[in-house]
T-cell receptor
């Protein structure tokens, strides 16, 4: 499978714990995006990378959230001191620089108890 | 900020009929509009896009119409099949070059066999 891969698919954690998600984009895509989606809503942009550089962050991305893409390939999204309001589907997408369409992974469903 | 919304949250059609899903947008500066399909438990899947200087674009069984005068976008699916049942999102791209997409709430399409 050469699509966008996300791990884990599901994560259940207790409030206050830290969690980390991983995204492996399509190999030739230099842009990588993180989105968050809650039930019944469309995905909301969080942040994006071009190669290893994080070029934009949404106001939704509080100080408890940090994303990295150290070698310009896979990316991680960490949430520290999770809150119940963090419960959502976290989607990763990738694209070529000049491409309009984003290719999404299947997401990581986070539940904070 | 941008606002992308949908007229109807749900749509039911008979198998074989044509489906029309509508979307309203508010940002005149968006350069591309994109339709995504999202099946349960999966990430959004790119269907078709249209540049802001076009009125119509056709794909395989799908047609997107753009009316910039009233800021309205529609997705037409011909000969709807059970496999078309999903949530459909319209999204608009800002022109900053980041390729970020802003999604609407979505319309759930149910195809009745």
């Amino acid at each position: 499978d050469t699509g966008v891969s996300q791990d884990p698919r599901h994560k259940i954690t207790k409030r206050g714990q830290n969690v980390t998600f991983r995204c492996d984009p399509i190999s030739e895509h230099n842009r990588l995006y993180w989105y968050r989606q809650t039930l019944g809503q469309g995905p909301e942009f969080l942040t994006y990378f071009q190669n290893e550089a994080q070029l934009e962050k949404s106001r939704l991305l509080s100080d408890r959230f940090s994303a990295e893409r150290p070698k310009g390939s896979f990316s991680t999204l960490e949430i520290q001191r999770t809150e119940q309001g963090d419960s959502a589907m976290y989607l990763c997408a990738s694209s070529r620089q000049a491409s309009v369409g984003l290719f999404f992974g299947s997401g990581t469903q986070l539940s904070v108890l | 900020g941008e606002s992308v919304g949908l007229h109807l949250p749900t749509l039911s059609v008979q198998e074989g009929d044509n489906s029309i899903i509508n979307c309203a947008y508010s940002n005149s500066a968006s350069d591309y509009f994109i339709w995504y399909k999202q099946e349960s438990g999966k990430g959004p899947q790119f269907i078709i896009d249209i540049r802001s200087n076009m009125d119509k674009r056709q794909g395989q069984r799908v047609t997107v119409l753009l009316n910039k005068t009233v800021k309205h976008l529609s997705l037409q699916i011909a000969a709807t099949q059970p496999g078309d049942s999903a949530v459909y999102f319209c999204a608009e791209r800002d022109q900053t070059g980041a390729n970020n997409l802003f999604f609407g709430t979505g319309t759930r399409l149910t195809v009745i066999p």
